[in-house]
């Protein structure tokens, strides 16, 4: 048997405030959501703005990034030549989704929606708020 580092409630809060503050800085409004390492669900924001289907677009990146263990971004590539891998059920090959890593183990993901090519960006400041 092995122990295994966990996200917390305040973890993930600090990612989303480090997600929400990126997107900030371009003056949009993200919505951000953030699974462990099994990607069940610890925190989800949406902006009152922000359509609903963003909800969805970002729990899909983030379970990919954590299922994975690499960004969504890598699946969105891996798909141009291999287009069965969008099959696989839970995960969505959009840019947007970053995997959490503690100590060099992945412990979730972080996804990204509403922003367009921020999103993965934003996910990325999350994902570096982690190691702070």
């Known amino acids: 048997m092995r122990l295994r580092h966990s996200l917390t409630l305040d973890d993930a809060t600090r990612l989303a405030a480090a997600a929400r503050g990126h997107a900030a800085l371009h003056n949009e409004a993200a919505t ?4 462990d ?15 609903p289907n963003t909800v969805d677009m970002a729990v899909g990146k983030a379970k990919t990034a954590a299922f994975r263990e690499r960004p969504s971004s890598a699946l969105e590539e891996r798909v141009r030549d291999r287009p069965g891998f969008l ?32 999103d993965e960006p934003a996910a990325l400041a999350g994902a570096k708020a982690l190691e702070g």
Not at 98 to 108: A, H, Q, S, T, W
Not at 111 to 118: A, E, K, R
């Open 87 to 118: 099959m696989t059920p839970n995960q969505i090959g959009v840019r947007g989704g970053v995997p959490l890593f503690f100590k060099g183990e992945c412990v979730g993901g972080i996804g990204v929606s509403g922003i367009g090519n921020n």
């Open 32 to 35: 951000i959501a953030i699974v």
């Open 37 to 51: 390492h099994g990607g069940a669900l610890l925190l989800l924001e949406r902006p009152d703005a922000n359509s």
